[in-house]
């Protein structure tokens, strides 16, 4: 015989008894909707206007070939080996550009670009400082209510030891908590996209202070594109500094010889020898001799020069930046709607529960009283 299943009624949802008690509790939906619609306009005027500035720009790269050039035979008589030095590929690749932006010794050279503050020019490191020091009460409640969990979780993960970077000598610098916060807040400035297939590169600043947010743009679009260049000439660069040291060094031994020629032929102007001869021949081929290296060398610091050039990457700038006028956040419309919302949910589950849960608690009191 095959088990029946009874429904009875109070396994079953009525509508209409929900229906019936949202009516009756409808006071109290109004009333929180009211509440939370005036907390969201109040949080949404209080909020600060950000400001987001923009740049677009192309680094185009250009082709070359090796940089040893007819100098690999010279380099190779001095004990050193030209023949890997090729710049044709030496650059950064573009996915790799949002990890240099977020690097300690760029943003450390972000820091120390200029910004306007009250019409003078300041370090941006010490524009933070300031700003981080003056903060509003209103930016205080909120860190200690709506971040309050991310606050706790910073406090709990905070390590002992104070964290290090490297800088460009390499020794190792120490931060402080504080001068951690202001990269860390500034790292959180910066954003910056990379399309890949067309090889546009975006680069965008949010801020309260519209005019901050351009300049910062500015120095930072600044800041990258001369790391993109030195990476991209760095083989050639040290080229032309090998080629000037080689060619100064030679210039002055053909100097020398030349000073040595003359002085011998100043010491021996009556005198007829072979000796003399002879040594004024090999005084001669020696200068002739250093003369063409010192020719040569000439030719190749030139050279050189025009590789660097060539290496050098150019940037087209598609959108240059400006000063934003209208704000990218808050958006104050849907902060109400949202909060709206929320009370709405709050004041439904209110007017739902609050039965069943008096209920549980009158149960829950009466099985007391019988114990």
């Not at 010794?105 to 003078?120: A, M, R």
């Not at 020091?133 to 706790?152: C, E, R």
């Not at 990457?313 to 000063?323: K, L, N, S, Y």
Request: glycine share 6%; net charge positive; with cysteine.
């Amino acid at each position: 015989m095959e088990p029946q299943y009874q429904v009875t009624e109070s396994d079953e949802i009525d509508l209409v008894e929900l229906l019936q008690k949202v009516w009756c509790g409808r006071k109290i939906v109004i009333i929180m909707i009211g509440i939370f619609a005036i907390m969201g306009v109040i949080f949404a005027l209080s909020s600060a206007n950000v400001y987001t500035a923009t740049t677009i720009f192309i680094p185009k790269g250009k082709n070359s070939a090796s940089v040893g050039g007819s100098l690999s035979g010279l380099a190779s008589l001095a004990g050193i080996s030209l023949g890997g030095m090729s710049s044709g590929n030496s650059e950064i690749p573009p996915n790799l550009y949002p990890m240099l932006i977020n690097s300690n010794p760029f943003i450390e050279k972000l820091l120390n670009s200029k910004v306007p503050k009250e019409g003078v020019l300041i370090n941006l490191k010490d524009y933070l400082k300031d700003t981080s020091s003056t903060s509003s009460i209103l930016s205080a409640m909120k860190k200690y209510t709506l971040g309050l969990p991310s606050v706790i979780k910073k406090r709990l993960s905070r390590e002992k030891t104070e964290p290090v970077v490297y800088n460009n000598s390499g020794s190792i610098k120490k931060l402080t908590m504080k001068e951690e916060y202001i990269y860390s807040s500034t790292k959180k400035l910066i954003t910056l996209n990379v399309d890949e297939k067309e090889g546009f590169v975006t680069l965008s600043v949010a801020s309260k202070n519209p005019e901050l947010a351009a300049f910062i743009v500015q120095n930072a679009q600044k800041l990258l594109q001369q790391e993109i260049i030195d990476f991209k000439i760095k083989n050639s660069q040290e080229l032309l500094t090998f080629t000037n040291g080689l060619y100064n060094e030679k210039k002055m031994a053909f100097e020398v010889l030349q000073d040595k020629l003359a002085s011998f032929r100043d010491q021996h102007q009556n005198i007829s020898s072979r000796l003399f001869e002879n040594k004024l021949s090999r005084l001669e081929s020696e200068l002739a001799i250093a003369s063409a290296v010192n020719e040569e060398l000439a030719k190749q610091v030139e050279q050189a020069r025009i590789q660097v050039s060539k290496d050098t990457p150019v940037f087209t700038i598609i959108d240059p930046v400006v000063i934003p006028n209208h704000r990218t956040s808050p958006r104050r419309t849907l902060i109400v709607m949202i909060f709206t919302f929320l009370g709405g949910v709050l004041g439904l589950g209110y007017t739902l529960a609050k039965g069943p849960i008096a209920e549980i608690i009158k149960q829950i009191l009466e099985g007391n009283e019988a114990t």
